[in-house]
């Protein structure tokens, strides 16, 4: 049995690994000297347990101060979603992270193997999905107040929230409307989605291929797209993170729910390694542009002075190496890699 000194201990190694990292390596997860990066994590936490995956290891990121998540957009129609994302926040220490959620759904259900248990089982503000902010609300608050160039967003579901982003109008939160806002606080949008160089992946085409259309079309800064083809090499949520996590943990009792840690594809976590400095030697980029037909499948058109890439694992690592780290990550502790 684990105790809450071991706990506590793992803790404090944790925190110390990634001080020095940051202070002593110029690979270290911190992207600007002395700053951390604001992050925005816009997810479709319902039907995948990848979700929660890359929420821990944010939340993991944010409690060393190498990352400053801001908030979490849930794009989902279930409803226990919000609810959620709100208990891991909780859970992890940081109540005060706003919670975001796609709002004037037409149908909202309960089609999770672990919101629902989660949202119930562990404490939050958000006692409904009533009380959660609107999302594009939340988005406009949050960019608002931040300043140029400061925030990365990360989807890893679909990218109906981000639509009604860069879509929204001016409003009592800023003068200007949603593609202004983007285009002053935004640094760059990661994006797991596609599949490279081309083919038909779940958050392109379901259940809203239009918005993903419009957002690879018009989002102006720099976009980097975490394929399916790379995130699906990469199996975490095991047996080694079975033993290391407590059976009343969340992100336990989610992997628990889902598969009785039976290991799942990575594409969400993916998406989070690209704001760790210290990995990018796991991979390689292609850049140029990303076209997306009405049905939501994708091609690619190599161009080296296009805004837009693609990662690819290097042919080099050995992918359990990034499946170690990961697990580590959403774990609490960082591995040197």
């Known amino acids: 049995m684990k105790t809450t000194n071991q706990r506590n201990l793992r803790s404090t190694i944790f925190l110390i690994l990634i001080l020095f990292t940051c202070f002593n390596d110029s690979k270290g997860v911190n992207n600007f000297a002395g700053r951390p990066i604001k992050v925005i994590i816009d997810a479709d936490l319902d039907s995948d347990v990848d979700d929660v995956g890359a929420l821990a290891m944010l939340l993991n990121l944010n409690k060393v101060g190498e990352i400053d998540?801001?908030?979490?957009?849930?794009?989902?129609?279930?409803?226990?979603?919000?609810i959620c994302a709100a208990a891991l926040n909780t859970f992890y220490g940081f109540p005060e992270i706003p919670v975001g959620f796609l709002q004037d759904q037409p149908v909202l259900t309960n089609h999770s193997r672990y919101t629902?248990?989660?949202?119930?089982?562990?404490?939050?503000?958000i006692k409904s999905w009533e009380h959660a902010e609107e999302a594009v609300q939340l988005y406009r608050k949050l960019l608002s107040q931040s300043s140029k160039e400061s925030v990365i967003i990360v989807t890893i579901g679909h990218l109906?929230?981000?639509?009604?982003?860069?879509?929204?109008?001016?409003?009592?939160?800023?003068?200007?409307?949603?593609?202004?806002?983007?285009?002053?606080?935004?640094?760059?949008?990661?994006?797991?989605?596609?599949?490279?160089?081309?083919?038909?992946?779940?958050?392109?085409?379901?259940?809203d291929p239009q918005s993903t259309v419009y957002c690879v079309n018009n989002f102006e800064k720099e976009v980097v797209f975490c394929g399916w083809e790379a995130g699906n090499l990469v199996i975490t949520g095991g047996e080694w993170l079975k033993d290391k996590l407590e059976p009343d943990h969340p992100v336990y009792r989610a992997y628990e729910l889902y598969n009785n840690f039976k290991g799942r594809q990575s594409w969400d976590q993916l998406a989070v390694l690209q704001l760790i400095k210290s990995t990018k030697h796991y991979f390689s980029s292609v850049r140029g542009n990303c076209i997306v037909h009405s049905d939501g499948s994708n091609s690619w058109m190599n161009d080296k002075t296009g805004k837009h890439s693609y990662i690819i694992i290097k042919p080099s690592v050995?992918?359990?190496?990034?499946?170690?780290?990961i697990d580590s990550v959403m774990f609490g502790e960082m591995k040197p890699n």
């Open 69 to 82: 998540l801001i908030g979490v957009i849930v794009t989902s129609d279930d409803p226990y979603a919000p």
């Open 160 to 207: 109906s929230s981000l639509q009604r982003l860069l879509q929204s109008e001016p409003d009592h939160l800023s003068p200007l409307n949603g593609s202004q806002l983007v285009m002053e606080k935004v640094k760059k949008w990661i994006c797991m989605g596609g599949q490279f160089p081309e083919g038909k992946e779940a958050n392109f085409y379901r259940p």
């Open 318 to 325: 050995e992918t359990k190496s990034i499946s170690n780290y």
């Open 116 to 125: 629902k248990d989660i949202a119930n089982g562990y404490p939050s503000k």
